[in-house]
């Protein structure tokens, strides 16, 4: 089994920060690309941020500049620095892995179950 867990999400006035946090765990044995996405109400799931395995990054126009993704590979986890937070920011985000598992050394992509992330004064 493999999970991904995701926390830090939050209520944040326009203009401040939050950084989220995504563990993936279980018999994982090689994670290709972690990365971000967010689904607004009445909106489809857009990626926003996403590190691969050469450690290249691409973001969301609409993100570029405030948000920073990064990785701690010994911890499998993956972050994102949100700064400079707007309430368009305002959505559900979730952590995604395109990973190897370690159980017959299967390819599989794996989603978080969100957290929630408002951006209002």
Do not use: H
Request: with cysteine.
């Amino acid at each position: 089994q493999v999970q991904l867990v995701e926390s830090g999400g939050g209520l944040v006035q326009p203009g401040g920060s939050l950084r989220l946090s995504c563990v993936a765990s279980g018999r994982i044995f090689r994670i290709n690309a972690m990365g971000w996405y967010r689904q607004a109400p009445g909106k489809q799931r857009e990626p926003v941020a996403v590190l691969n395995s050469g450690g290249n990054t691409n973001y969301a126009d609409s993100v570029k500049g405030r948000f920073t993704i990064s990785r701690d590979y010994d911890k499998n986890t993956v972050y994102l620095q949100m700064n400079s937070l707007k309430p368009e920011d305002t959505a559900v985000y979730y952590c995604n892995a395109d990973l190897v598992r370690s159980l017959g050394f299967t390819a599989g992509e794996f989603w978080g179950q969100g957290t929630q992330v408002t951006v209002s004064s």
